[in-house]
Nanobody, 119 residues
């Protein structure tokens, strides 16, 4: 079965950095697009990054463009999200998603890793 296990979340100061990781198993990871999404308390799910199966294309919304970088290691079934210049509004539960767009009906999410940005 599909398993997505996120790690790397925690507490960061404004302006700081964190790197999230996602270990994927149970499906042909290297053949599918993947993404990261987040959900802050009381808010809906937000798509924060997407990557093509071969890393040839990426998507970022304006809220994180220039600060976040999505990457993948198909040899080891790993997905990453490098987050720089973190802001308090980046505080959320971050999910690794098996899908290009997390709102797709067939999208599958992991359990999430909490990111808190505060001084």
């Amino acid at each position: 079965q599909v398993q997505l296990v996120e790690s790397g979340g925690g507490l960061a100061q404004p302006g700081g950095s964190l790197r999230l990781s996602c270990a994927a198993s149970g499906f042909a990871f290297g053949t599918l697009p993947m993404s990261w999404a987040r959900q802050a308390p009381g808010k809906g799910l937000e798509w924060v990054a997407g990557i093509y199966y071969d890393s040839s294309g990426r998507y970022y919304p304006p809220s994180v463009r220039g600060r976040f970088t999505i990457s993948r290691d198909n040899a080891n079934n790993m997905l990453y999200l490098q987050m720089n210049d973190l802001k308090p509004e980046d505080t959320a539960l971050y999910y690794c998603v098996k899908a290009w767009d997390p709102s797709e009906p067939t999208a599958v999410r992991g359990q999430g890793t909490q990111v808190t940005v505060s001084s």
